[in-house]
């Protein structure tokens, strides 16, 4: 047993299992609001209450109030006698910051796993109450049943700011500008407020209500709740205005009755009922060691590295710049490097030879994740070939740094769904599990999470997530289960005590690296290109156009690569015409490989082809050639090496 595993066994059951660590109880104190129990408590040294009805409705809905909680509670006093909770924690003066937001994340994991509350929660925001409504609801769209809003606040330029036509409050503004440390030029140009970002919450299709004062002075409509409503709508996302127009309207507009309180209970309680659990997140977390090593290094040391290894899910925005951004607002003092190294199309093989140029020249990760289990799959990298890589990365990844942690993720594809509805674990899962298991690495499962999320009806392939490229539900539904995992409570760490494991494979490409085409000999019709640029009118791949190459276009061009090593390979362009070549090693035995892929009619496809990765220690010399055939796809019989790949 290695000493990884070993020192595995001493971490909490709950922690192995993925389960979370059971909060610490507060102290209560029950009071009387209308009639019901209130249960007061501090919760992390921060005020907060939640109301309880005479008899529950099954699964225990809730309504969770932002600032104000004692303004216009008639539509409480309803949904209380209809069985709701009614929840409330003080986080005044925050104006919706990320610090609220962390507070916000504790409240709702107390009241759902301690008093197991709803999993998805009733917004109900007042005036600057739109503000943490908004801001927590977008990090969790999934958490939310229905958002009420009251006049609310979505543009903090028009409210405190002054910036429009409404009044503003310089000294809240001053405050405002304060909390999030900005000046005024960086103020007009702030993103993070409610009326940006809000795919994730209509992808989820969160249906809202605004209830405003037409004349509102304070927070005008056409500032906060009209841009907030034309954006939601445009994104698909079900949202409706209800005018108050009866009754005396004072503060400028900004106090106004509410008519018919009822009927904004029966909203609430039409999408809160009846209460749907869905699958827990657990389930699908193998912490093995942790991630303690690097979340207690951001605490301590306010720095550290994190680094994105993957394909086109980890390239293109989505999960990556959510758990960015969770780090960086549970972090705040933290100075964080990002290194962002997914490229479309590439898997484990491409990331073990890249790794050292896309992600150790930029910096030495402190928290690394890694993604390939789609593009293995639709690539044919064998088995042996993926433990090779994966373990092979991470092999490089703890020499570069003995404290990584490391997260290995199986994203989803519909293929995998044909190996679960069979009964079996797909390849690519298994390998990314069995590595992860014998160094210690973090696993996700998030394939297996969606497909049992689809089967179990929580959501459909086809209209939600939509493709293997998630579409903003999907990315929302990846994000919040690395958030999860991300949040566990882990046991301190013991950094530097830990052996790392014998590999898996003796082979394994933990000497992976890449060597420049101009290192190539014996050149006979291949030339070097400085900065090559296709003919083809198709597309290319970022860092694998203008940049030099090693072309042979003609049958019979040649060249010669003398390494050391135990494996050697080449990262070719394959376009349109790519063609086939013929290579030998030490002058053994001839082989032959066909360069065209079936994406290369579309795209000058990067691909890596390893040609040899079990030969003897020691100095090696390849001879490549062009061949007079090629793949009757083909238009030509081009060879166009970006990168040699050698395993030292």
């Known amino acids: 047993m290695n000493a990884f595993v070993q020192k595995a066994k001493y971490l909490l059951l709950g922690v192995l299992t993925g389960a979370s660590v059971a909060l610490a109880q507060p102290a209560e104190t029950v009071t009387s609001w209308k009639g019901f129990d209130k249960v007061e408590f501090a919760l992390e040294g921060t005020s907060a209450y939640y109301v309880k009805p005479r008899q529950a409705r099954p699964g225990n809905p809730w309504v969770w109030r932002a600032h104000f909680p004692t303004w216009h509670t008639e539509m409480d006093s309803i949904l209380l006698t209809r069985g709701f909770h009614v929840a409330y924690i003080n986080t005044n003066d925050l104006f919706?910051?990320?610090?609220?937001?962390?507070?916000?994340?504790?409240?709702?994991?107390?009241?759902?796993?301690?008093?197991?509350?709803?999993?998805?929660?009733?917004?109900?925001?007042?005036?600057?109450?739109?503000?943490?409504?908004?801001?927590?609801?977008?990090?969790?769209?999934?958490?939310?049943?229905?958002?009420?809003?009251?006049?609310?606040?979505?543009?903090?330029?028009?409210?405190?700011?002054?910036?429009?036509?409404g009044q503003g409050s310089p000294k809240d503004w001053t405050r405002w500008l304060d909390l999030y440390g900005l000046d005024e030029a960086k103020a007009a140009a702030?993103?993070?407020?409610?009326?940006?970002?809000?795919?994730?919450?209509?992808?989820?299709?969160?249906?809202?209500?605004?209830?405003?004062?037409?004349?509102?002075?304070?927070?005008?409509?056409?500032?906060?709740?009209?841009?907030?409503?034309?954006?939601?709508?445009?994104?698909?996302?079900?949202?409706?205005?209800?005018?108050?127009t009866r009754g005396a309207q004072t503060l400028s507009g900004h106090h106004f009755p509410i008519e018919h309180p009822e009927r904004f209970a029966d909203f609430i309680e039409q999408h809160s009922l009846p209460g749907q659990k869905p699958l827990p997140r657990t389930p699908y977390l193998v912490p093995n060691l942790g991630l303690s090593q690097s979340l207690e290094k951001f605490e301590k040391t306010k720095a550290g590295t994190v680094a994105f290894l993957g394909g086109s899910i980890t390239h293109n925005p989505g999960w990556r710049n959510k758990v960015s951004k969770y780090l960086q607002e549970r972090f705040p003092g933290t100075q964080f490097t990002f290194i962002t190294a997914g490229i479309p199309s590439l898997g484990s093989t491409p990331h073990a030879f890249r790794f050292g140029r896309d992600v150790l020249q930029h910096g030495t990760p402190d928290l690394l994740f890694v993604e390939s289990a789609v593009n293995d799959r639709t690539n044919g990298f064998s088995e042996k070939a993926q433990v090779r890589a994966l373990e092979g990365i991470l092999r490089q990844a703890h020499a570069a740094n003995p404290a990584v942690d490391v997260v290995l993720m199986a994203f989803a594809d519909p293929d995998k769904f044909g190996d679960y509805d069979a009964g079996r674990e797909p390849t690519e899962v298994a390998v990314h599990?069995?590595?992860?298991?014998?160094?210690?690495?973090?696993?996700?499962?998030?394939?297996?999470?969606?497909?049992?999320?689809?089967?179990?009806?929580?959501?459909?392939?086809?209209?939600?997530?939509?493709?293997?490229?998630?579409?903003?539900?999907?990315?929302?539904?990846?994000?919040?289960?690395?958030?999860?995992?991300?949040?566990?409570?882990?046991?301190?760490?013991?950094?530097?005590?830990?052996?790392?494991?014998?590999?898996?494979?003796?082979?394994?490409?933990?000497?992976?690296r890449y060597r420049q085409p101009d290192e190539s000999t014996q050149r006979k019709g291949f030339t070097l290109n400085p900065a090559w640029e296709p003919n083809h009118k198709v597309p290319t791949r970022a860092g694998f156009v203008q940049v030099p190459m090693l072309v042979g276009?003609?049958?019979?061009?040649?060249?010669?690569?003398?390494?050391?090593?135990?494996?050697?390979?080449?990262?070719?362009?394959?376009?349109?015409?790519?063609?086939?070549?013929?290579?030998?090693?030490?002058?053994?035995?001839?082989?032959?490989?066909?360069?065209?892929?079936?994406?290369?009619?579309?795209?000058?496809?990067?691909?890596?082809?390893?040609?040899?990765?079990?030969?003897?220690?020691?100095?090696?010399?390849?001879?490549?050639?062009?061949?007079?055939?090629?793949?009757?796809?083909?238009?030509?019989?081009?060879?166009?090496i970006v990168y040699f790949l050698v395993n030292e």
Request: glycine share 8%.
């Open 433 to 512: 599990r069995r590595v992860a298991v014998h160094y210690g690495a973090a696993f996700v499962n998030l394939s297996r999470e969606v497909y049992d999320r689809v089967r179990a009806g929580e959501f459909s392939w086809e209209y939600d997530f939509k493709d293997l490229h998630p579409s903003p539900f999907g990315q929302e539904i990846y994000f919040q289960t690395l958030k999860e995992l991300l949040g566990t409570k882990y046991p301190e760490s013991t950094s530097g005590t830990s052996v790392l494991p014998k590999p898996l494979d003796a082979f394994s490409y933990e000497r992976a």
């Open 96 to 165: 919706g910051h990320p610090q609220a937001m962390q507070r916000w994340d504790a409240f709702y994991k107390y009241l759902t796993q301690e008093k197991q509350f709803a999993p998805k929660v009733a917004l109900e925001g007042v005036s600057r109450g739109g503000l943490y409504v908004y801001g927590w609801a977008k990090r969790n769209p999934d958490k939310v049943s229905c958002i009420y809003a009251e006049a609310p606040v979505c543009d903090p330029r028009s409210w405190p700011g002054g910036k429009g036509k």
């Open 553 to 640: 276009e003609q049958p019979g061009a040649s060249f010669e690569l003398t390494f050391s090593g135990r494996a050697v390979g080449i990262a070719v362009v394959s376009g349109p015409d790519a063609g086939t070549v013929t290579y030998r090693i030490d002058g053994q035995k001839t082989q032959t490989l066909d360069l065209f892929t079936q994406w290369s009619p579309q795209l000058h496809l990067p691909w890596y082809l390893v040609l040899a990765d079990e030969l003897k220690p020691g100095p090696h010399r390849l001879r490549v050639s062009i061949a007079d055939r090629k793949n009757p796809q083909s238009t030509g019989t081009a060879c166009r």
């Open 190 to 244: 702030f993103d993070d407020i409610p009326l940006n970002d809000l795919a994730g919450l209509a992808a989820f299709k969160v249906p809202i209500v605004h209830v405003i004062g037409l004349r509102d002075e304070i927070v005008p409509p056409d500032e906060n709740t009209y841009p907030l409503v034309q954006n939601y709508l445009k994104l698909g996302g079900p949202i409706s205005v209800y005018p108050m």
